[in-house]
């Protein structure tokens, strides 16, 4: 456990960026990645960056559960590694790859078969929906093997190998973004696969990343033991086993409300593309460009966060309560500064943003009005996002869960709805910067460490 000592000793601004900054670089390349498979896509025309943006919300779901569970791995972890707990530590670690496989397994399953009359609530267009079920099949079969690879990834984190992460990360955004056009438009000696050739690419990024991470842990030991094999001979998981059935609470008890906060956006997309549909299809269009655009900067302030759950989940552990607080501020202006330059970057551009998604004039106009007027949230949420994170490091996962639901239910989806009807599309673009600015004030009075 010596390695590890590192996080309760080094000064907290230098700590915090060699944490993060491995994480905020392969989060801006996972976020390019996103960008780039939608302008190919976009590329075989609207219908099909249309079913991408509506087949978002199933797909982000999967990935909630999954990066939701592993950052309930991740905060077990690492307190138990603050706390010298090495038998712990390497049981929250070795049942997580379980637990996420058979995670992986029944969500598969469920979303293969689900995501056909999912489609059909928000389209009457046949070829949307065939796009649709066409990407999201092949998807969907990968998601074992994403469900795993997040937790891989969490496992690293929470040892503080952050650069490890970010290099099996980068290895899997770049394999995609290599592999989308060969297989979506057939170059050289691949088929032309089209809207299949991106969801393949993006499957085998997993297993690549997936594969990355586990092999990270072999050639570099963790300070603590993987031991499936033991753990599925045994009837842990469903024996008298209080110590693991314990375990398994307390990662749920982070996992789950984590994972809601993660799959809360799946509710708040589909509920405001029903509210959109009633204007125009463009405006579903913007909303899905939207939400493909803000992941560079959520997934970037997502890295830093990611970097300090280990931190402040060793230091809470460890009791060092004011390195909690230390960590807490250092965040909290990096994220800052990542909005603000986003919120910029809106204003400035809106057109070339929306141009990567689509050529029609009359969209692109409907996406610069969003862009412009969304924006004006983004240095709030950076308060939300950060208090959030904090709470889910140090095991307060409803708390984390109350933010939540303020930011993507419980203040967005009324005020969508009220000011639609009011001022027409605009009004649902205006409930985001709303929505940001109330949750952060609500965020203040739920810090964990005042």
């Known amino acids: ?28 390349v996972n976020a390019g990645y996103n960008i780039v498979d939608s302008f190919f896509v ?3 025309g609207e219908e099909a960056m249309t079913a991408l943006s509506l087949v978002y919300p199933m797909q982000n779901l999967i990935g909630a559960v999954a990066i939701g569970y592993g950052v309930g791995a991740c905060s077990a972890i690492s307190f138990f590694l603050g706390a010298k707990c090495g038998r712990e530590a390497d049981a929250s670690a070795t049942i997580g790859y379980i637990i ?22 928000f389209t009457e267009s046949e070829l949307i929906v065939e796009y649709g079920c066409q990407y999201a099949y092949i998807v969907f079969a990968f998601s074992p093997v994403f469900s795993m690879g997040m937790h891989a990834e969490k496992v690293l984190q929470a040892a503080g190998r952050m650069t490890d992460t970010m290099l099996c990360m980068l290895a899997g955004c770049i394999f995609n ?81 984590a994972a809601l906060n993660l799959a809360l956006p799946s509710l708040l997309i589909s509920s405001l ?74 204003l400035l551009i809106p057109d070339k943003l929306i ?32 208090i959030s994170g904090v709470l889910e490091g140090v095991g307060k996962g409803s708390s984390s869960l109350v933010i939540s639901l303020c930011r993507y239910i419980i203040i967005i989806i009324p005020a969508a709805f009220i000011l639609s009807r009011m001022i027409g599309a605009n009004g649902v673009w205006h409930a985001f910067w709303i929505s940001e600015l109330l949750t952060a004030l609500i965020s203040f009075k739920l810090r964990p460490v005042k």
């Open 355 to 386: 141009g990567l998604f689509t050529s029609n004039t009359e969209t692109v106009g409907y996406g610069m009005s969003a862009l412009r007027i969304i924006s004006a949230g983004f240095v709030f949420s950076a308060v939300s996002v950060t």
């Open 42 to 44: 976009a590329k075989m």
């Open 177 to 257: 973004i290599i592999a989308d056009p060969l297989l979506i438009f057939g170059i050289g000696p691949f088929p032309e696969l089209g809207i299949r050739g991106a969801a393949i690419a993006t499957g085998l990024g997993y297993v690549v990343a997936f594969s990355l991470y586990v092999g990270a842990g072999v050639v570099r030991p963790l300070p603590l033991r993987i031991r499936i094999g033991e753990y599925l001979s045994a009837s842990v998981l469903i024996g008298d086993a209080r110590s693991e059935h314990s375990i398994i609470r307390r990662i749920y008890a982070v996992g789950i409300p």
């Open 100 to 121: 996420s496989f058979i995670h992986g397994v029944i969500l598969a399953v469920l979303c293969i078969l689900g995501i056909r009359p999912f489609l059909k609530l």
């Open 273 to 346: 593309n029903a509210i959109l549909a009633g204007f125009s299809e463009g405006y579903v269009l913007v909303l899905g460009a939207y939400y493909k655009l803000q992941t560079f900067l959520y997934l970037s302030a997502n890295g830093i966060i990611q970097g300090i759950r280990p931190i402040v989940g060793y230091n809470y552990g460890a009791q060092e309560y004011e390195r909690v607080r230390k960590t807490e501020s250092v965040t909290l202006g990096m994220c800052v500064l990542i909005m603000a330059v986003g919120t910029v970057l809106c």
């Open 1 to 28: 456990m010596s390695d590890q000592t590192f996080m309760k000793e080094k000064p907290i601004l230098p700590l915090v960026l060699s944490m993060s900054i491995p994480m905020v670089m392969s989060m801006a």
